[in-house]
């Protein structure tokens, strides 16, 4: 077991670390924009005497035929994020799981969301998910970037990860909310103490539903960097803009009002947020090269 993958099982397990870590007791989903839920829940930790919160976000996309839950959620929130999920639901099943790459945060909860809904389908880049789930290895159906799912009155398509972890990552994109999933791409932390070691973008409590433009305040290029340069290492030795530019391009080619990534607070200044990421990536490729 890699050093990511021992620390990713204590989150799981519930143990501390950085001072103390427990599960956040919000456990409200928000509906986003029609057809949109935010799902999930937060860890929570204690720096300096403050408590802070880590975001692992789910999120159900509505259509009027089928439904499609992007990434599973950790397994320590899986009663809230089932619970969640059938609040959103309103009797209805659940159609496809997408779960954006093979992580715990992302892909965790796959067993029990595809034992609650016998009826889902896992798509997405599911090259290796039948030596992580073998039993489920008939329910794989696989997607590529350009590949798109008609939901009833809205489509989901798969793009590529632009920003990514691991090479089987996907982003997506919903046409009815004109909304764009990026996984662990555009994380950031918030003006408040990181406890000892931690990579994860922090909140304070109270903060785990708002978006971006209602918080306090924006990120600023400095708090994206400190979370870019730990969660995404090798952005120290990769400059990214032509990944910029290929966002931008997609972008102008899919109208995005709204993104939704798996660690930090829905963005609804697009604009705003795309220049801070890509300075933040800048920022921490040029200091790498001091």
Known sequence: MTNDDDAAARRVAGQPRGGGRRESADAAARRIADGVFWLGGCLSAFSAGEEVHYHVSSYLVIGSRATLLVDTGDPAHRPLVLDQLERALGGRPLDYVFPTHPEIP???????????F??????????DYALHFPESEGRFDAKRPGDAIDLGGREFRFLP???????NTLWGYDS????????????????????DGEDEPAHRPGQ????????????????????TGRALYWTKFVDVSSAFAEIERTLAELPTELIGPAHGNV????????ATSLAAHRRVYEDARI
Do not use: K, T
Not at 106 to 116: F, I, M, Q, V
């Open 106 to 116: 992302h892909a965790g909860n796959l067993p029990a969301l595809l034992e609650r």
């Open 118 to 127: 016998p009826g889902a389908r896992v798509v997405g880049d599911v090259r």
């Open 161 to 167: 990860a632009y920003i990514r972890d691991l090479e």
């Open 176 to 195: 009815g909310a004109r909304m764009l999933f990026v996984s662990d791409g555009f994380s950031f932390i918030h003006d408040v103490p990181s406890p």
């Open 208 to 227: 785990c539903r708002l978006l971006s433009s209602e918080m306090p305040a924006p990120p600023s290029v400095e708090q994206a960097a400190y979370g």
């Open 267 to 274: 963005i609804d200044d697009v604009d705003g947020m795309l």
